[in-house]
Each structure stands twice: as structure tokens, then as C-alpha cells.
């Protein structure tokens, strides 16, 4: 199976501040299949990116995605108070779907 | 507006066995895959299989194989998941999402708790 590697594990920052997520993959994934989700304490995660760097409906534009192959990172450009959360990466196109282990996004 | 939603928490006995469902509201039901993951205490996501009910053929991770299964009832647009022999460790919130095969997952249910304990 693919195994997602997503570093840092925890990341402090402040609102206003950017923030960089990597997430890399054991072997090459396709970009149509990757994808970014954001995950608060008690609720059900929320698809933020799909396809390296498509936003999902709703998303706002300071979320990015990028990469391709075996490096993909989730760009936030300013962080606002609601972006502090545990963001996850996903591949989907090879069974199994696998999720990185998360990255924590805290202030 | 598609909307899934999953049954109550349950508190188990270890060895025992849990069956979780998760309804569809609205939206296509039969041509959706419905997967399961769970995120146990402290711990990232982590998927489980899923179900494509036109087909009624599941997919398990290897992890969950022998202990998993998930169905699909058309009639009802519920999706099921069992998972026997349970042990401390399975302890965990449990979410079903639904998507088409090959798509990331954009519905998502509200999450069960399952507290496995003595």
C-alpha cells in the first residue's frame, strides 16, 4: 500500500502567519488523486482540496495545493482563527486509499 | 443536499461485536461507494474498506479483513459496518463518508463513538 508521510507533525503558528504542510508519498501517486482534508475536535472531517489543487466548493482561496509524483503540500497564506485543525492528505487512486498521519495546525 | 447520518455511540464488551449504520439522505445512493475509516484517540484516520451497493461488493484493508464486514441495503440506503471481536483498542469515532469510486470524499456522516471496555 501506499504510505503517506505528512510532516511537521505539529505545526505553531499565529493568525496571519503562513502555513506549509508537506505530504510525501511512498511511491508516485497521480495528482487527480490526491487530496486534502481538514479535521476539527467532534466534527466529521471536510474536504478542502481535490486533485493536488483543485478547491473544493466553499473553500476559501487562501487554501492552496500543489505538487506532484511523491510531494504535495497543502499551502494556507494567512491563517485565520477557524483554520487551527488537523489537516489530513489522501491518495484514492490506488487501493488501498490511504491517509497521511495528519499534520496539527495550533496557535 | 445529500446528508449521511450514523447511529448512536455504543459501549462494548471485548470480544463482543458492534454493527454501525450510516443513512443517505438525498442524492444518488446506489452508485456511491460508502467507506468507512475510524480515528482512535490521539490518532490520524484510518481507513477500514467500503461498499459499492450497486454492486454489492466490499473492499477491506488487510488490517480489517477477518474482523470487518460492511453491506449496503438499496432498499433502505443504509450502509453497515461490522466489526467483531472487539478489543480495547478499537475504542475509536467511526465515520462513514460516500463519494463515486474514484473521487475524494465530500459527504461525510456525523461520527459514532464506540468505547470498547470491561
Known amino acids: 500500500e501506499i504510505v503517506l508521510t505528512q510532516s511537521p507533525g505539529t505545526l505553531s503558528l499565529s493568525p496571519g502567519e503562513r502555513a506549509t504542510l508537506s505530504c510525501r508519498a511512498s511511491q508516485s501517486v497521480s495528482s487527480t488523486y490526491l487530496a486534502w482534508y481538514q479535521h476539527k475536535p467532534g466534527q466529521a472531517p471536510r474536504l478542502l482540496i481535490s486533485g493536488t489543487s483543485s478547491r473544493a466548493s466553499g473553500v476559501p482561496d487562501r487554501f492552496s495545493g500543489s505538487g506532484s509524483g511523491t510531494d504535495f503540500t497543502l499551502t494556507v497564506s494567512s491563517l485565520e482563527p477557524e483554520d487551527f485543525a488537523v489537516y489530513y492528505c489522501?491518495?484514492?487512486?490506488?487501493?488501498?486509499?490511504?491517509f497521511g498521519g495528519g499534520t496539527k495546525v495550533e496557535i | 443536499q445529500v446528508q449521511l447520518v450514523q447511529s448512536g455511540a455504543e459501549v462494548k464488551r471485548p470480544g463482543s461485536s458492534v454493527t454501525i449504520s450510516c443513512k443517505t439522505h438525498?442524492?444518488?445512493?446506489?452508485?456511491?461507494?460508502v467507506s468507512w475509516v475510524r480515528q482512535a484517540p490521539g490518532q490520524g484516520l484510518e481507513y477500514m474498506g467500503r461498499?459499492?451497493?450497486?454492486?454489492?461488493?466490499?473492499s477491506y484493508t488487510q488490517r480489517f479483513q477477518d474482523r470487518v464486514t460492511i453491506t449496503a441495503d438499496k432498499s433502505t440506503r443504509t450502509t453497515y459496518l461490522q466489526l467483531r471481536g472487539l478489543r480495547s483498542d478499537d475504542t475509536a469515532l467511526y465515520f462513514c463518508?460516500?463519494?463515486?469510486?474514484?473521487?475524494?470524499?465530500?459527504?461525510w456522516g456525523q461520527g459514532t463513538l464506540v468505547t470498547v471496555s470491561s
Open positions: 463518508a460516500r463519494a463515486l469510486p474514484w473521487d475524494p470524499w465530500l459527504d
Open positions: 461498499v459499492l451497493p450497486v454492486l454489492g461488493s466490499a
Open positions: 489522501q491518495q484514492h487512486g490506488i487501493p488501498p486509499i490511504t
Open positions: 438525498g442524492g444518488t445512493f446506489d452508485n456511491y461507494a
